[in-house]
């Protein structure tokens, strides 16, 4: 829908699935070349870029995905809440920020309030 024409080019994929484990689908449109690229349960989408430059930006982005647990940092004094001890994520004062500007306020709120 978002494409006026769009064609597939089975050509491509073929050209860069040598060996890689990667599933590429390559896609000619109106707006230059999209590529879609799954690795493991990745997708990364790549649109109007060149071929060679996507292919190259995928593979960047995959490669700087950690893998294993989520692990989050906290900094500064633990404040307390009531006899516990309250964590605060790192980026805790960056949504203050964006709070007090009125900025996505509901969804500010609804973070602040799922923190607390």
Request: aromatic fraction near 6%; charge should be negative.
């Given at each position: ?33 999209v590529v879609i690229t799954i690795r493991g349960s ?74 607390h």
């Amino acid at each position: 829908r978002k494409y006026a024409s769009v064609k597939r080019d089975a050509a491509e994929e073929n050209a860069a699935a040598q060996g890689s484990g990667d599933i590429e689908q390559v896609y000619d449109t109106n707006e230059g070349p999209v590529v879609i690229t799954i690795r493991g349960s990745m997708v990364f989408v790549a649109e109007s870029f060149p071929l060679p430059l996507a292919r190259r930006l995928t593979n960047l982005v995959f490669d700087a995905q950690g893998t294993g647990a989520v692990q989050t940092a906290f900094s500064g004094p633990t404040p307390l809440i009531g006899n516990q001890p309250a964590t605060e994520p790192l980026s805790a004062d960056l949504v203050r920020f964006f709070e007090n500007c009125g900025v996505m306020k509901s969804a500010v709120d609804a973070a602040m309030r799922a923190a607390h």
